[in-house]
């Protein structure tokens, strides 16, 4: 069954999202999304994910829990938000395409590296966002928390949510 919209006001207009940062989350990953979009009513979620392999099985728990999840790379947000879809995925099961998904799982990928370039706060964090592990991640992790939250602040703005809550541990 549907759920009351979320507070704020009808549409995304005014209405909260929240976002985090995760690596190797799992199911409580899932469950985090579940809890804010279903629970606390969130309009969005936005879960960015560190290791950008996990994003495909991330998006399908959430999916299993009955979630609108989609895979959205910087750089494609607008195409795979109208669609309702991550790039390559097919839809889910029963899923109406006229919906947006309620939660955006975003891969920390060269693509994500390069926008984080383009937020305000990159030339305080640019010294902490060096990469290790192959260029797979910036050495700082509070430095990618905050450029993903930057990043995911331009996204909602621009699709008018209200609001953005920044949730990291």
């Known amino acids: 069954p549907p759920h009351p919209p979320p507070r704020g006001g009808g549409g995304r207009g005014g209405a909260p999202a929240v976002v985090c940062t995760a690596r ?40 299993a829990l009955g979630l609108r999840a ?6 494609e947000e607008e195409q795979e938000a109208s669609s309702g879809r991550g790039a390559g995925e ?9 919906l947006p998904p309620e939660v955006f799982v975003v891969p920390c990928d060269s693509a994500l590296r390069a926008a984080w370039t383009q ?9 902490y966002a060096g990469l290790k592990d192959g260029g797979r991640r910036a050495l700082e992790v509070q430095a990618r928390q905050e450029l993903n939250a930057a990043h995911c602040a ?14 990291d541990a």
Not at 70 to 75: D, F, K, L, P, Y
Request: net charge positive; glycine share 8%; with cysteine.
């Open 154 to 167: 331009t996204r909602c703005s621009a699709r008018g949510v209200g609001w953005l809550l920044h949730v």
């Open 24 to 63: 190797g989350c799992g199911d409580a990953l899932a469950r985090w999304a579940l809890y804010h979009v279903r629970c606390a009513r969130f309009a969005e979620a936005h879960a960015y994910l560190d290791d950008p392999v996990e994003a495909e099985d991330a998006a399908k728990r959430m999916r």
């Open 119 to 127: 937020q305000r706060n990159w030339p305080k964090l640019a010294p």
């Open 70 to 75: 989609a895979v959205v790379r910087a750089g």
């Open 90 to 98: 097919e839809e889910a099961e029963g899923a109406s395409r006229a």
